[in-house]
C-alpha cells in the first residue's frame, strides 16, 4: 500500500453523510431543480427540491454509507417519509454511487430485528443495490421541463 493510501483518513458519520447530501444536491441540480439541503438532523426530509417554473416540489431522505453496507433506518419505520429516498456509497477512495428508491419501496424492503425487545430496522446491500435502482435518477425526473 502506498504512504498516501495508507495515510488516508476515512471521513467520520458527519462527513460521510455531506458527501451524499451534497453529492445529491450536484446530481439534483444537473436535472434541472432547484435544491436546497434542510437543517440537518432535523425530522424530516433532507433536501427540498423544486421545478424551474415551481410547479413541482420533491421531499429527498438521503442515506450514506461509507461502504456497500446495510443502511440502517433506526428503531421505527415511521420515519419513512418524502417523495424519494437516495441511499449514496461513498467509499472515500471512489465517486459516489446513488440507488433511489420511493418510500414504500424501503418500506418493502426493510428488514427487522430485535434485541432486548428493542427493534431495528435496516436495508441489505444486496436488496439496495439492484440495477433497477443504481443512478435511477430518470426516477425522479427533470425539474427544468
Known sequence: MAPAERDRVRPDN????????????Y????????????SRNARGVDIIAYSRDATR?????????SKRNAVPLGNTLDKIMGDFWIVVNSAPDSHPSAYIFHPAEVLQFANRNEKEGKPSYWLEYKTYSQALYGEAWDRIGRGDI
Open 27 to 38: 446530481k439534483l441540480s444537473m436535472l434541472g431543480w432547484n435544491v436546497m439541503p434542510t
Open 57 to 65: 416540489f420533491r421531499g429527498i431522505q438521503i442515506k450514506t454509507t
Open 14 to 25: 458527519q462527513i460521510t453523510g455531506n458527501i451524499g447530501l451534497y453529492f445529491s444536491c
